[in-house]
């Protein structure tokens, strides 16, 4: 189901537009219709005043994504919400100075939108620009269709989107570059965990706050920073753990293996009677050309049966992503992660060793992780996301 207003690709990153996103413009007709301009012209200001928003929630997204993108980290999409926008990076950066850089540039995208209007504002109100940005005058002006109303909204709520972003808690920005920070003198999964807890303190007050004053946006935000914030917890101490272990570790030595004139009637048999679900299949001269993993395998099945033959059902070796053999395994789960594949082939410079799935990535997690924190409660097998959401309120 396609829950998407929206989609376009921009700078090469995908923006998707959720479709919910149709009652925030709703909302603005609503607010501004029935101001003194009237239904239809405050309506289309309601409106246009909204798209301009989340064009600023929208370019503060990309501040992240791009700053990312000079490390290395490519963005999958950038999600628009009611409450605001989430970039889906493919990775978290784990050098401190990376997190610090990356996440700065959203808020100091919207700090530059603000300091850049502001002339404009002085410009069209002669020179006197304190007056327009108290409580009161936003408040008179707000439902008034106008262009320098329109740039004192626009100030204003860039401002709070840089401030509020910057409330240190996890996984909002300002909890990120707590975690930073942290991380320059205490372990990576322990500067998280802080950062986690402080964000859960500082959701609860959110929730409170937004139970008694009724703002919904305030109470799901902080519903996101107490879920966000445990997920990511997650993945990095799965992290700490897969890093340790070589691609090579997690090979199955006596692995079977398939050959492509063989038919799917003998992976049944095989299936019935191991433990091993994905094989490699390789030609007679042993050269790896392409895997049948369990999901293809139940298809095949049903479309062919049992007397079709494997080469012509196998994932072929060119859509198996392909890691070094001495690739670390939080590498190998990523990658995994990336490309959306259950299986990477293990290679040396001139041939495939063999493969990993994500079923044996888990195993290792658990067995090793459950040996290394022999003392601690055993540990939860790694959550099958590897991104980092970037999560913005905009109120
Ligand atoms: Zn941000």
Redesign the pocket.
């Known amino acids: 189901m396609n829950v998407n207003l929206a989609e376009f690709k921009l700078l090469g990153i995908d923006v998707k537009v959720h479709w919910s996103f149709v009652l925030v413009l709703a909302f603005g007709a609503f607010l501004y219709g029935s101001g003194p301009a009237g239904w239809l012209i405050g309506g289309l200001y309601g409106v246009v005043t909204m798209l301009l928003l989340f064009a600023s929630v929208t370019l ?2 990309y ?2 994504a791009l700053t990312a993108r000079r490390f290395g980290i490519g963005t999958r999409s950038i999600l628009l919400l009611p409450i605001g926008g989430v ?1 889906n990076l493919e990775r978290i950066p784990e050098k401190p100075g990376q997190e610090i850089a990356i ?1 700065a540039a ?2 100091l995208v919207n700090l530059a939108i603000s300091v850049l209007l502001t002339p404009f504002v002085l410009l069209l109100n002669g020179g006197n620009g304190a007056g327009v940005f108290t409580m009161n005058a936003v408040n008179a002006n707000i439902q008034s269709p106008g262009l320098l109303n329109l740039l004192v909204f626009l100030i204003s709520t860039n401002l709070l989107l840089a401030i509020f ?1 910057l409330l240190p808690a996890f996984p ?2 300002g909890g990120r570059l707590l975690r930073a920070l942290l991380a320059y003198v205490r372990p990576y999964p322990q500067a998280t965990q802080i950062a986690v807890v402080v964000g859960r303190l500082l959701a609860v007050s959110m929730a409170v706050y937004g139970i008694f004053t009724g703002a919904i946006g305030l109470l799901l935000i902080a519903f996101f920073v107490y879920v966000g914030g445990s997920a990511e917890l997650e993945a990095v101490s799965s992290r700490v753990v897969l890093r340790r272990f070589r691609a090579s570790d997690a090979l199955t030595h006596n692995a079977i293996t398939l050959y492509t004139s063989e038919r799917l009637e003998r992976v049944t048999q095989l299936i019935m009677n191991s433990y091993q679900i994905d094989y490699p299949v390789r030609d007679l001269a042993g050269r790896f050309v392409g895997v049948l993993t369990r999901p293809r395998l139940i298809d095949a099945l049903r479309e062919y049966g049992p007397d079709a033959r494997i080469v012509d059902v196998m994932l072929p070796a060119a859509s198996v992503p392909r890691c070094a053999s001495s690739s670390d395994l939080a590498t190998v789960w990523e990658m995994m992660g990336r490309t959306g594949s259950r299986v990477v082939a293990v290679a040396t410079q001139d041939q495939v060793m063999g493969i990993i799935t994500s079923d044996d990535i888990s195993e290792v997690f658990q067995v090793m992780g459950a040996a290394l924190e022999a003392d601690r409660r055993p540990p939860a097998p790694p959550a099958n996301r590897t991104e980092t959401q ?3 309120g905009y109120i």
């Open positions: 503060h997204e501040g992240h970039a996440v959203g808020p972003n909002l920005d970037e999560m913005h």
